[in-house]
């Protein structure tokens, strides 16, 4: 029953309740009470369940008590345990499914439940403090005790208590445990690092929050994600996530067009109610608020005790910076090279723990994500939690290269091949004609290709209408990253240049970096560079497939940030600078037929909010008066030239 119907079943039985009290005569049962049918307490039988569940409070050392579901296979005796701590749920990840099957009840998000369910694992997940059963004060990815923090606790104190506890009080344990999680889930799993509790023998961060501003949820270089607005709200407006953002169109693209700055929108939504919302708006720079929360700049100030396997995946629409920028700072701490590993997948957010033999349209041949979970998690867990496990091969990186769709091994990252070839930079050129290709620019051809930005028509990051981010059966939020980009390349304010059919096959392995040499007419602007593999014109088996635009690899930059990251500063108008900034990784080979494809844009809308073009203090507040059309230039001559550095892998010679 709908909560509408139930209302008004409600009032009805209220109107012939007070109808019958004023009927003459008595009425024998009235005020006798029926007895509650409802137990004081309800006792299930535990036959027919292969596990034990325990709910507990777990105090802390401030005497905060966080809420953890221990869930203990039947049986079991010196088995390791496997911690997940989340903002999003105890209850909801370990209850997927009302099963008495452990399987089941875990198949669902953190949860990798063949491999917990198949090695027998202790599953142990707890709310943070503040959020659902947890007691506490939230804070969005609460930072470290210091400046930012000037309590005696953060994430890596409560993990290193809740460890503690766990280890004196689930008798079926063999004292070792393991953390692992997604996302923000991620981020509390790197948060362990920070001063481990001797117990903790592994950590497995998947697609880990790392860095707002520069790559990660907030920001992607200075531009704002703005839809990420709901998420914001509906994580902080109340302990349970019960308060839901709601919407008025069913284009994204409409919402926030009639708002106009994302400022405003949070206005008109109330969002100054909830703290982080402010902290954004007050912090649209890379100041000291995000440098001393960066957690990759955290962990290379620190000793690597832990054992490590970063999880990436080469489409996650959400962290897409994070993972590699923390083995980028723990890397070099392995001296023997077998203390920190790196996965890296051809997924979306998250989809390692799911099925994933295809991404959209894109097919790989295999479900990669159940080979990443057998063939490197399985026995890089059982390692080191199980006692006297096999020490099974785990090689340093393995990495998925798509076009070809195979797992490489190889010993770091990046790297072209397991043996016999190495990765150097080559220059892609955007050339005169929207021509693109190695050969430097000459003398004698035009100097510039040039667009028109209109803010009030920005181009949409994908086909209309657009949905908000969301995970439904029906969401495509998550594949948008391998969307078909010939719907941009049609447009006249996006710049495509095009390479001439490729011979032979080109593999990249590792970040492009878009170097580009461009003028505005305005004083401030977003450049958007994608690097896209063009698909020939038909594919045989792939109905479809022909003449796909598959973007490999692309990001935005905030033109203001041009000169320092903390300190914007206005665009001179009309004067051609150099703009440096580095592309999410890839592992690709464009494969002969193909071609390579650069994209040049200045708005990517709704996803990013609109750079009015007129430099503002801070484009949160930019008023309507302030979006002004641009002349935006991408140089080519000599002297001047764009292009888009690859790291392409070649044999040794």
């Known amino acids: 029953m709908n909560a509408t119907r139930h209302a008004g079943w409600l009032a009805a039985m209220g109107s012939w309740l007070i109808v019958g009290w004023c009927l003459p005569g008595p009425s024998p049962a009235f005020g006798q009470g029926l007895p509650n049918e409802t137990p004081a307490r309800l006792v299930i039988p535990a036959d027919d369940f292969d596990h ?37 749920s105890a209850d909801v990840l370990t209850g997927h499914a009302p099963s008495a099957h452990l399987g089941p009840v875990l198949d669902g998000y953190d949860n990798p439940a063949d491999v917990i369910v198949e090695e027998g694992y202790i599953r142990v997940v707890q709310d943070i403090r503040g959020k659902y059963g947890s007691e506490g004060d939230y804070v969005m990815n609460r930072p470290l005790r210091g400046p930012l923090n000037p309590t005696t606790v953060d994430h890596a104190t409560d993990t290193y208590d809740t460890i503690d506890w766990l280890v004196k009080n689930v008798p079926e344990s063999n004292g070792r445990v393991g953390i692992l999680g997604i996302s923000y889930d991620g981020f509390l799993t790197l948060m362990a690092l920070v001063d481990p509790h001797p117990a903790l023998k592994v950590a497995v961060p998947m697609n880990p929050m790392v860095d707002g501003w520069v790559g990660d949820d907030w920001f992607h270089n200075g531009a704002f994600r703005q839809q990420n607005m709901p998420y914001v ?5 109340t302990r349970a996530n019960e308060a839901r953002w709601w919407t008025t169109h069913d284009d994204d693209y409409d919402l926030f067009m ?34 001393q929360q960066a957690v990759d700049k955290l962990l290379a100030a620190r000793p690597l005790a832990v054992p490590v396997m970063i999880v990436h995946g080469l489409w996650d629409q959400e962290d897409i910076y994070g993972a590699l920028a923390v083995y980028r700072a723990l890397e070099p701490k392995d001296v023997n090279n077998d203390r920190v590993h790196l996965v890296i997948g051809p997924w979306y957010h998250g989809q390692q723990i799911e ?117 439904g059966e029906d969401a495509t939020w998550s594949i948008w990253l391998v969307d078909d980009q010939r719907e941009a390349s049609g447009r006249p304010d996006v710049l495509t240049f095009v390479s001439p059919v490729l011979s032979e096959p080109l593999k990249i392995s590792g970040s492009p970096v878009a170097n580009l040499v461009a003028s505005t007419s305005g004083t401030d602007s977003d450049w958007v560079v994608k690097l896209i593999d063009v698909y020939p014109g038909q594919v045989g088996g792939q109905p479809g497939m022909g003449g796909y635009q598959l973007m490999v690899s692309g990001d935005i930059f905030r033109g203001r940030y041009r000169e320092s990251l903390e300190t914007p500063k206005p665009i001179e108008p009309g004067v051609p600078l150099p703009y440096r900034f580095a592309l999410p990784a890839a592992n690709h080979v464009f494969l002969p037929g193909h071609r390579v494809m650069v994209q040049v844009q200045s708005s990517w809308f709704p996803l990013y909010d609109r750079n009015p073009q007129t430099f503002v203090p801070n484009i949160f507040f930019a008023r309507p008066e302030d979006y002004r059309t641009a002349v935006q230039r991408v140089h080519h001559a000599p002297g001047q030239a764009s292009f888009v550095e690859l790291p392409v892998a070649v044999e040794k010679r």
């Open 355 to 471: 099925e994933a033999s295809r991404l959209g349209a894109i097919r790989f041949n295999a479900d990669t994500a159940y080979e990443f979970r057998h063939r490197f998690l399985k026995p890089f867990l059982a390692r080191f939690l199980k006692e006297g496990a096999p020490a099974a091969p785990v090689p340093p990186v393995a990495a998925f290269e798509t076009g070809t769709n195979r797992w490489l091994e190889l010993g770091a990252w990046p790297a072209g091949c397991p043996a016999d070839c190495r990765v150097e930079p080559r220059r892609l050129y955007l050339g005169t004609g929207l021509t693109a290709g190695f050969d430097e620019p000459k003398a004698g051809g035009t100097a510039f290709e040039e667009y028109v930005s209109d803010p009030a028509k920005p181009v949409p990051y994908r086909q209309r209408p657009i949905q908000g981010v969301g995970y």
């Open 233 to 237: 709200f509906e994580q902080e407006a």
């Open 258 to 291: 009639g708002a106009g700055s994302a400022g405003e929108l949070g206005k008109r939504r109330r969002l100054d109610q909830v703290g982080f919302w402010r902290k954004l708006t007050e912090h649209p720079a890379y100041d000291a608020f995000w440098q």
């Open 52 to 88: 034990v569940r325990r709910d507990v409070m777990i105090p802390m050392r401030d005497g905060v008590k966080l809420h953890t579901v221990i869930l203990v296979p039947k049986g079991a005796n010196r088995a390791p345990m496997l911690l997940t701590r989340t903002p999003y």
